[in-house]
């Protein structure tokens, strides 16, 4: 069957990259098609004033495992890769969960009931209100926003600002009043209801591209696989038994094709197939939210006093300082996440309100060496109620999707995206290869 395969994957993020891993290593014949000039797509690393940056601050969870378990296989130590912190939530001075060394869930109940910066009346119904969604088994009968059922469970104003929203904004890219609360409850199902380790946050040492996808390349060249940079995909033909890819530098046939490009691009591409038309309009109708990540270069002895820091009330929604994440001496990385008036600055106005906060709230008086504003318009999609988000599998048998915006109980996360790979790798060599 091996020697009859030979899969096409446009796209070489982390979905693409995770396919071509699986099948790769079950020996089916693969070439990664990916546009840009270097692997990562929307995790990438970026280069900037000789320092090495990622197009944006991320965060894995310990319950991504599949990207875990991925990185290992091709050659990364997730032990030495990460930085791993136990669940934390800081906001400073305002906020501060800390789970103690107990088993699940009695680590976020306990966690829940000593928060600081809440009454014991809000402690009390946030865990009541974790009780409630695991009594619920965190299903809802029917999708409605995060604020509602917040709402709904009693959650008052300072709770859900000072905890709810900013876990929310953070997994789902989304505002409270428009996130999907049902994928907001397949994230705490899966990190704060999980053991203690699902629920520790894991900060990269190294870039994303580095991570995951070079490596992934590597791997897949040693077990015979293409991987083309600067190969842009133009157009998807399909024959009687085969798919012709067009690219600049040539046609070349395959048996299968997964096309792992961004939602925008992959609908581009899907368009011109009629068969897949009304796909290709759901896909854009699709609404996207931004993700900035404000890099500032201080001089070598300005530390947070954490390695990451919520700040409230803010455009400065988390902090995170790569000198005790990556060893990068007085970087800071200030991410602001999902739609907001932040996005009516120029970026030069944005790093100068960033500098600010950073002075007014934590008394940094040095000032950057240099700052770099990158803005993600198009970060991850909206994730509300009721959008829709395309399965893995076309009406067309040997063209598939993966992505973070394909069908999957997660939000636009590199677990999702990796976990899409997986599934289609699978359909494809016919083999178990995801956990349910
Ligand atoms: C700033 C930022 C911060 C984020 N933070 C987090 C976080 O903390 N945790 C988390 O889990 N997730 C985070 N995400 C989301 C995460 O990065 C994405 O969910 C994930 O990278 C998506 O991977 P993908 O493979 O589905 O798509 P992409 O990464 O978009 O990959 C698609 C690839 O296809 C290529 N391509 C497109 N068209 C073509 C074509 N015609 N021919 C060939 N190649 C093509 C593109 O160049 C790209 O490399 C963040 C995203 C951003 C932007």
Not at 314 to 342: P, R, T
Request: charged fraction near 15%; include cysteine; glycine fraction near 8%.
């Amino acid at each position: 069957m091996a020697q009859q395969l030979n899969v096409g994957i446009i796209g070489g993020g982390y979905a693409g990259m995770a396919a071509a891993v699986m099948l790769a290593q079950r020996g089916i014949p693969i070439t990664v098609y990916e546009s840009a000039k270097q692997l990562g797509g929307r995790a990438r690393g970026v280069s900037c004033n000789g320092t090495q940056l990622d197009n944006g601050q991320h965060i894995l969870l310990g319950c991504y495992r599949h990207t875990l378990q991925l990185v290992g296989q091709v050659g990364g130590n997730p032990d030495q890769d990460f930085l791993r912190l136990p669940l934390q939530l800081t906001l400073h001075r305002r906020f501060k969960l800390k789970t103690p060394a107990l088993p699940a869930p009695f680590h976020l109940l306990a966690g829940l009931l000593t928060a600081h910066g809440l009454s014991f009346a809000q402690r009390l119904s946030a865990a009541r209100f974790m009780l409630a969604l695991r009594g619920m088994k965190f299903r809802l009968p029917n999708d409605t926003s995060a604020l509602e059922l917040l709402r709904a469970h009693g959650q008052d104003k300072k709770l859900i600002r000072l905890l709810w929203e900013p876990i929310c904004i953070s997994a789902l890219n989304t505002p409270v009043s428009k996130a999907s609360a049902q994928v907001l409850l397949n994230v705490l199902r899966d990190s704060l209801s999980g053991t203690r380790a699902d629920s520790e946050i894991l900060l990269p040492r190294i870039d994303f591209t580095a991570l995951f996808p070079q490596r992934a390349a590597e791997y897949v060249q040693q077990h015979g696989g293409q991987v083309s940079t600067s190969c842009s995909v133009e157009s998807i033909v399909l024959q009687e038994n085969e798919i012709e890819l067009l690219t600049p530098q040539g046609t070349r046939h395959h048996s299968h094709v997964i096309c792992a490009a961004s939602p925008a691009n992959a609908a581009r591409l899907l368009r011109a197939i009629p068969q897949l038309e009304h796909t290709a309009k759901q896909i854009e109708a699709l609404a996207f939210q931004p993700i900035y990540t404000v890099y500032l270069q201080y001089p070598a002895q300005v530390r947070l006093p954490q390695a990451m820091l919520g700040l409230d009330q803010c455009f400065s929604q988390w902090l995170f300082d790569k000198s005790q994440i990556a060893g990068q001496q007085g970087l800071i990385a200030a991410v602001i996440s999902a739609e907001g008036i932040h996005q009516e600055l120029p970026n030069e106005q944005l790093a100068r309100k960033v500098e600010q906060e950073l002075r007014e709230q934590l008394g940094i008086a040095e000032t950057p060496v240099w700052h770099q504003v990158i803005a993600e318009k198009r970060a991850t999609f909206s994730c509300e109620p009721g959008i829709f988000r395309p399965g893995i599998t076309t009406p067309i048998p040997n063209l598939l999707l993966v992505g973070d915006y394909t069908a999957g109980d997660y939000p636009a996360t590199l677990e999702g995206a990796v976990m899409s790979g997986l599934k289609a790798a699978q359909a494809i060599s016919g083999t178990l290869l995801i956990s349910s």
